[in-house]
């Protein structure tokens, strides 16, 4: 991995504690030995000491502040957790999935089961992604787990290291008491028993997820379907929006639950893999558990598709009448513009009628004609001429002056035309920094990797 990309991963100043958990089953009774860490020293101290290689089986977690911000271990701690248990280069890959950022980057990427054999040993890394409810805000987000695990198949000694999205994570909750159910002797434990506890842990929110989506399209589709288009609609453009918001959502599910069902397919396949993983009386539900994990997938999947069929059938119908509405407005609106140029070709009309009299009245009505009562004849004033002058004068730069605006459209009639105000409020302004600070943050992203 690129030193720069994997250095974003990690802090320099631990706020949260990398927890240790060792299981030792030896002594009678079994107990577990937990240990809190923030600095390098101590950790890299606990995990040398032979005192402490007693377990049977190590667990190791480390945590997000939240799902956008870097683990909270420092790349040296890290290194101590790689030196000290000998790990492979998976390792970094896995860390490298959660870093700083501002926008949901690879919110469809996870790592697919990776394996590392050395003699008895053997490596898996994989991350997960499954929603998680959030109670304070009362929405549903997608949250990404990380797990290295690291088993000796003849001793059944193990190291499970768990990449948290949040302190206390479900996935560090149902690991721990899968730990303590072992120390008092409620369950056994399988070689692949902790990923079968995380499987179980999170499969099951896909359910109430597409269920909560589906519950906000449905009240749409109900109404996109008894629309007429004649009539006033009851959805827009902005419901519009929130379908093809809907169709992206099922979509990601859709590849999500693809890429869980792939992961559980390779882990079904490493357990009945004996010549790598000696089967064993611990073992043998495992991989019952495991396909009704895939069976929970499939079922997800079908939903999930089903409902982005549905979405995109409401999505194109509403685009569609919306369209059809859009052209009868126009239709409308071009025949009542047909019924204006009916009265304005009517108005035209009578004034060429009435044109040419009220143009010899007003042209015998000036001073320049006057009535001689003797002979009854009208007499014309020598100084008619200045009315003919004039009258040529101005209907030439009438005439000049209209060539020029045609031929100047833009000078004039630019400014004469009525603009538009923008609607200055607190979500256009909020639209504009956002997208603003999201462009710099991307910017500065790229220039950095």
């Given at each position: 991995m690129d030193p720069a990309v994997v250095d974003r991963c990690f802090v320099d100043e631990v706020l949260e504690h990398v927890q240790v958990r060792d299981l030792v089953v030896g002594d009678n009774p079994p107990h577990i030995r937990s240990e809190s860490f923030r600095d390098e020293q101590g950790l890299e101290a606990y995990l040398e000491d032979d005192m402490n290689k007693d377990y049977s089986c190590r667990f190791i977690s480390v945590c997000q502040r939240n799902s956008w911000r870097p683990l909270q271990i420092t790349r040296a701690m890290m290194s101590a957790v790689v030196n000290a248990h000998d790990l492979s280069p998976s390792l970094w890959q896995l860390a490298s999935c959660f870093y700083t950022r501002n926008l949901d980057l690879e919110d469809a990427f996870c790592v697919p089961l990776t394996l590392c054999i050395t003699g008895p040993w053997i490596e898996m890394s994989y991350t997960i992604r499954y929603p998680e409810f959030k109670e304070a805000d009362k929405e549903w987000a997608?949250?990404?787990?990380?797990?290295?695990h690291r088993i000796n198949t003849e001793t059944r000694q193990s190291v499970f290291l768990l990449l948290n999205p949040k302190p206390n994570a479900k996935a560090h909750m149902v690991v721990n008491q899968h730990l303590s159910s072992r120390r008092d002797g409620m369950a056994t434990d399988g070689l692949l028993s902790l990923h079968q506890v995380l499987l179980?842990?999170?499969?099951?929110?896909?359910?109430q997820?597409?269920?909560?989506?589906?519950?906000?399209?449905?009240?749409m589709a109900n109404s996109t379907f008894a629309t007429y288009i004649d009539e006033p609609l009851r959805l827009g453009y902005d419901h519009l929006i929130s379908m093809v918001n809907?169709?992206?959502?099922?979509?990601?599910?859709?590849?999500?639950?693809?890429?869980?069902?792939?992961?559980?397919?390779?882990?079904?396949?490493?357990l009945d893999n004996h010549a790598l993983m000696p089967a064993s009386r611990d073992d043998?539900?495992?991989?019952?558990?495991?396909?009704?994990?895939?069976?929970?997938c499939a079922a997800f999947t079908r939903t999930a598709a089903y409902l982005e069929r549905r979405v995109q059938t409401a999505a194109q119908l509403l685009s569609d009448t919306l369209s059809f509405r859009d052209q009868v407005i126009a239709k409308e609106q071009s025949g009542n513009m047909l019924q204006l140029n009916k009265s304005a070709v009517f108005i035209t009309t009578l004034t060429l009628i009435y044109a040419p009299a009220s143009f010899a009245a007003t042209f015998f009505g000036m001073n320049f004609f006057a009535m001689d009562q003797p002979s009854s004849r009208i007499i014309c004033t020598s100084m008619i001429w200045i009315y003919l002058v004039a009258?040529?004068?101005?209907?030439?730069?009438?005439?000049?002056?209209?060539?020029?605006?045609?031929q100047h459209d833009g000078v004039l009639f630019w400014r004469l035309a009525p603009k538009v105000k923008v609607n200055a409020d607190w979500r256009a302004l909020a639209r504009r920094l956002t997208k603003l600070d999201q462009n710099v943050e991307l910017r500065d992203m790229y220039r950095s990797v």
């Open positions: 997608i949250r990404q787990s990380g797990v290295c179980s842990a999170h499969l099951p929110a896909w359910r997820y597409v269920a909560t989506f589906e519950a906000q399209f449905l009240p809907l169709e992206n959502r099922f979509n990601k599910t859709i590849s999500l639950l693809a890429s869980t069902t792939e992961l559980i397919t390779d882990l079904r396949a490493l043998s539900h495992t991989d019952v558990v495991f396909d009704n994990h895939l069976r929970q009258t040529l004068v101005i209907t030439g730069l009438t005439v000049i002056f209209y060539y020029w605006l045609i």
